[in-house]
């Protein structure tokens, strides 16, 4: 009886972090496992690229990451493919602007600091 506290707390332990971390673990490896090139996938630094080969025996994929750049990758570097519902620009059909020029209305006269002086003096 007076280890049931204990054998309760290790389960507890169990069921709370450890199967859910099996389980995820489980998920990374399987959609890993099942790159495709034309996959557009985020690898875990971030950046964003397109599988283009895959070569089991080095446990390596080959992205591209712009236009005629290549980048040889481990698998595991794969953190997830990316659905096209998930890329900002294409959920509501709008991009975002390359520079700052569009996000200041050139008729508002507080939103141009260029005109100002070094502490925002006219």
Do not use: N, Y
Not at 98 to 122: I, K, N
């Amino acid at each position: 009886m007076e280890f049931l506290p204990i054998i309760a707390i290790a389960l507890l332990f169990w069921l709370l972090l450890i199967r859910p971390q099996a389980k995820r673990q489980k998920e990374l490896s399987r959609m890993q496992s099942s790159l495709r090139p034309g996959d557009e996938v985020m690898m875990g630094s971030g950046i964003f690229a397109t599988v283009t080969a895959i070569d089991d025996d080095r446990a390596r994929v080959h992205v591209e990451v712009a236009p005629g750049v290549q980048l040889q990758v481990a698998r595991g570097a794969i953190a997830q493919v990316v659905e096209q519902a998930d890329r900002l620009d294409e959920v509501d059909g709008t991009t975002a602007p390359d520079d700052a020029s569009d996000l200041v209305d050139p008729t508002d006269p507080t939103s141009r600091r260029d005109e100002q002086g070094p502490r925002g003096d006219h």
